[in-house]
């Protein structure tokens, strides 16, 4: 059985969580807090297997809470978040420098959507259940924005080689001008990371497939620019790739970029996800082959894993997150077993790769 803990200074939704929550098999609420105090106090006490969170709230909000509770006894904490607008947003995507793991929307009153989100909540519960992370002493300078780790990885997760009987292509050619990447849960603070490490003046465009709560892309492309100092944005259809940018795919739309500028389409889900990771990347493939690089990040599931195996068979440089660093080591397996991911790479070294291969002729 699966222990959660509901922190959230509304009764009303503390009740809606409990509903949700009582829906997905295996899952129990074992506490509620009203407060960032109450709430460390029941991790304590209780030690539960997953908390969510919301950021808002009186004396010590969510933020200061998960900080603490990262320090004293850490937890996989889900952030359930009502905030609105890029910047209000930020504040969420804050929670995960400290070392939550999910941001997710509170369901809202329409019929589709409060489903759509409740969904969310119970698969990200059990998604992150019964995940050993380190613990993060407290500092008196900003938190670093790096994902929180297993203490250590199971053996069946290590990285297994590319499958021998496939041909690849020799990726020799000149540097990639283009960078797909594509990431779920535990997939933010790593691109934040990454993108912070790339060095001033790295001109190729990055595009990113995020699999994320709707109405949550205008923040999260905030807060990434926020944290790396780059242009990044959301992107809308016709936009020009342009040096030095950061794109973001919006929800409900595929990202395929064609002829210099991003073009959104509204194909069919993906195995369950539009934008697709694996749409992006087979778009890069076929528009740029060999002169591509693409990279697939912790996260459920394998979304991602066919579009880098055919962005490899063109001769283009490949690399899924290592083990390690995964908070959930889902689509990097699968990316690695399929033959797609030609490397493994933990998370501190993703930047250098991505540096590596757009910069040096291979």
């Known amino acids: 059985m699966i222990r959660c803990l509901v922190a959230d200074d ?8 409990r509903t949700v929550l009582a829906r997905a098999q295996g899952v129990e609420v074992v506490g509620e807090a009203a407060d960032g105090d109450e709430a460390v106090e029941q991790v304590l006490r ?7 969170m919301d950021v808002r709230m009186p004396g010590k909000d969510g933020l200061a809470a998960i900080a603490e509770i990262m ?15 890029p910047e209000r947003q930020g504040i969420a995507f804050q929670a995960l420098a400290l070392g939550a793991i999910e941001v ?18 119970r698969q990200a519960v059990r998604a992150v259940a019964g995940l050993r992370l380190v613990t993060r002493h407290r ?5 670093p924005a790096v ?9 069946s997760s290590r990285a297994p080689a590319p499958p021998a009987p496939t041909a690849w292509p020799d990726a020799s050619g000149a540097p990639a001008v283009v960078v797909g990447v594509v990431a779920s849960t535990g997939g933010p603070p790593v691109i934040a990371s990454l993108l912070r490490g790339l060095p001033a003046g790295f001109a190729p465009p990055v595009l990113v497939v995020q699999h994320i709560a709707a109405g949550f892309e205008a923040g999260f492309a905030h807060w990434l620019g926020s944290e790396s100092r780059r242009k990044v944005r959301v992107v809308y259809d016709g936009a020009a790739l342009e040096h030095g940018s950061t794109w973001v795919a919006p929800e409900g739309h595929h990202l395929v970029p064609r002829g210099g500028f991003l073009h959104l389409v509204n194909d069919p889900p993906v195995r369950g996800f539009r934008p697709s990771g694996t749409v992006l990347l087979e778009a890069m493939a076929s528009e740029y082959g060999a002169l591509a690089a693409g990279l697939v990040l912790s996260g459920m599931g394998d979304d991602g894993a066919d579009g880098l195996r055919a962005l490899r068979a063109r001769g283009a440089p490949t690399a ?7 908070v959930v080591y889902g689509m990097p397996k699968v990316a690695l077993e399929r033959g797609g991911a030609a490397e ?14 757009t910069r040096v002729a291979r």
């Open 104 to 121: 997710l929307a509170k369901p809202r009153s329409d019929a589709g959507g409060f489903e759509r989100d409740a969904e969310a909540i």
């Open 139 to 143: 500092r008196s300078e900003a938190p």
């Open 344 to 357: 493994s790479i933990e998370a501190d070294d993703l930047a250098a790769w991505v540096t590596r291969v």
């Open 147 to 155: 994902t929180a780790r297993p203490a250590a990885p199971p053996r």
């Open 320 to 326: 899924a997150q290592g083990p390690a660093s995964s």
């Open 10 to 17: 509304s009764r009303t939704f503390r009740a809606i969580l």
């Open 71 to 85: 320090a004293r006894a850490p937890t996989p904490v889900i952030v359930v978040s009502a905030e609105v607008g």
């Open 46 to 52: 209780l030690k539960p297997d997953v908390v969510t």
